[in-house]
């Protein structure tokens, strides 16, 4: 049988490292980006590679693909997650800001995704899996660069699923809410249904599910792991 591949981008700490360790257990092959140093720690001790870089730069994506396909061959998992944007009021964010929430909400995703697609047209397959907010679709003054970015990610998913549905590969959005990876704090566990924070390892079920054979007919989708927080019609 052949080792799949899974590739996680700012997987050094929070959401991405508690994917990583998940898929590792689920027996995949590992590869993290992060800009830490606890990326590539992270992969050596769960037997796999790592690069110290940013995941918005072309380069050091391109490296992390490279050295996966060098080493493995194929690419059967990528695993967007995201380190944090700017925040202040709406109108008080910068053009350059605005561009820095790009950059970590939206082509964080999308240039590792043009840089894996070849790979999983090759093998006639592959999951793409996007760490998103719970606020993509209900917005937050809180959050104000996500918020805008993640719901243009979802536009980009939808479209990317539409296109590459064909070849077999799926992509999907996570949308966590207030996950035990951030600062605890009582007014936020008292808003949500369920009474307590998301755990880190939730999120990491939720990706190895996603990147499973059961979740084979699933594309295209946003997928809330929020314990109730935010709801869809």
Same mark, same amino acid.
């Given at each position: ?11 050094? @700490? +929070?959401? %991405?490292? *508690?994917? &990583? =360790?998940? !898929?590792?257990?689920? $027996? ?5 980006? /992060?800009? @830490? +140093?606890? %990326?590539? *720690?992270? &992969? =050596?001790? !769960?037997?796999?590679? $790592? ?5 918005? /730069? ?14 493995? $061959? ?160």
């Amino acid at each position: 049988m052949t080792d799949k591949v899974a590739l996680i981008t700012a997987g050094g @700490s +929070g959401m %991405g490292a *508690a994917a &990583a =360790k998940k !898929l590792a257990a689920d $027996g995949y092959k590992i590869a993290i980006l /992060s800009s @830490s +140093g606890k %990326g590539e *720690a992270l &992969a =050596k001790e !769960l037997g796999g590679i $790592g690069v110290t870089g940013s995941n918005q /730069s072309a380069d050091d994506l391109k490296a992390l693909v490279d050295l996966a396909v060098a080493q493995w $061959g194929r690419i059967d998992v990528l695993v967007n997650s995201a380190g944090h944007g700017p925040r202040a009021p709406i109108l008080e964010i910068s053009d350059d800001d605005w561009h820095r929430g790009m950059e970590t909400y939206l082509l964080n995703v999308i240039r590792p995704t043009r840089l894996v697609t070849p790979f999983m047209q090759q093998q006639k397959g592959g999951a793409i899996i996007n760490i998103s907010t719970a606020w993509a679709f209900e917005p937050s003054d809180m959050f104000p660069t996500s918020a805008v970015f993640r719901s243009g990610l979802a536009a980009f998913t939808k479209i990317f699923a539409d296109t590459y549905a064909k070849d077999n590969i799926r992509i999907n959005n996570i949308l966590p809410g207030w996950i035990d990876s951030l600062p605890a704090r009582e007014e936020r566990r008292a808003s949500v249904p369920m009474q307590r924070y998301g755990k880190s390892e939730e999120i990491a079920a939720t990706v190895a599910f996603l990147a499973s054979e059961g979740a084979a007919y699933i594309t295209g989708q946003n997928i809330r792991v929020d314990g109730g927080l935010t709801r869809s019609v």
